[in-house]
C-alpha cells in the first residue's frame, strides 16, 4: 500500500509486424502482480499478469503460486522473506501470450521503478517484442498499481486508444492515496522503506503522491478505522476505494462498512494484500486505497 505519481513513457518496437489470429483484441493490458488486482477484474478485462518473485528462507517462488495461509504464517512466525523483480525473460513470455491471444498492441503497467527492478524488466523485455509496447511507470506500489489498470481497462474498453488509457492511468497514479496499518514494524523498518518512530501502539500510515508518513498510533481496531476513515472522508469525491488486508479479514470488514457511510464514497472492492507487499508490512496489515473517479 504506497503512494505515487505516475510517469509514463511510450516505445514502439522496431520489429516485424505481428500476424495472430484472425481478429486482434488490441491492446491488451500486461501488468504485475504487485497490483493486487482481484481476480474479478482480471477476468472482466483481459489483464495479463507477470509474478514477482517471492524469497522464503533462500527459496524462490513466484507469487501466483504461493498459498496465502501458509505464507501469513511464516511472516508471523519470524522467517526471512524478501521480493525480487520479474526477470526480462518473464515479461517477454507474457508479452508473447497476449500476441498469442491475438493482440497487436500491449499497454504494460506496473510496480514504480523507485520501488521495484520490474520496470527497468519490462523496457528490456520491449526491445524483443514484434509489437508496439507502451510503458507505464505509475511511481507507486500495491493497489495503487492495481487502481491505475483498473482505470486504463476501463478506458480502452469504452474504445480509445492506448495513448489515452497510458495518461489515465498516469493521472490516477498521481491522484490516489492509501491509508494502511503496519501489520510487523520490524518488517516495514527492516525493509527501509518506511521510518516508523519509536512508541506504543499501532501505527497507521497514509500515502499521498510517493510520499509514505505515519498518521498516528492507535491501539485499537476501532481507532485505526476511525482515523483511516476520516483520512478518506477529506478527499474530494466521488471516490473509488479498494479495502485490502493481509489476513485481517474481520478488520477489512470494519474498515468497508465505515467507508460506505460516507457521502464523497461512490464504489468499494475488496482486495487481498499479497506476498509481495506484506513481505514489507507483515501479516495483520489491513487498509484502504482511494482516489477520485
Known sequence: MAGGGGRTLSRRATGAPFRGHAVAIAPRIVT????????ELVARFGILQVSLTIVVEGQAHPEHEIDLPEFYDQL???KPISTAAPSPGEVLATYRRAL????????????????????SAARLAAQEIEAPVTIVDTGTASFIEGCCVWRAAEVLASGAGVDAAALVASAVAGDARSVFTIGEIYRATDGGRLVVREGAGVPVFASSGPEMHELDRVTSEAAAVALMSAQVAEHPGPLRVGIGHADAPGSAEQLERSLRALPNVTETIRYVVGPSVAAHTGAG?????????
Open 76 to 78: 508471523r512466525s519470524g
Open 285 to 293: 496489515t489491513f487498509g484502504a486505497v482511494f482516489h477520485q473517479i
Open 32 to 39: 504485475d502482480s504487485n497490483a493486487m488486482l482481484p481476480a
Open 100 to 119: 498469442a491471444d491475438g493482440a497487436d498492441s500491449i499497454l504494460s503497467i506496473h510496480v514504480g521503478s523507485n520501488q521495484s527492478a520490474t520496470i
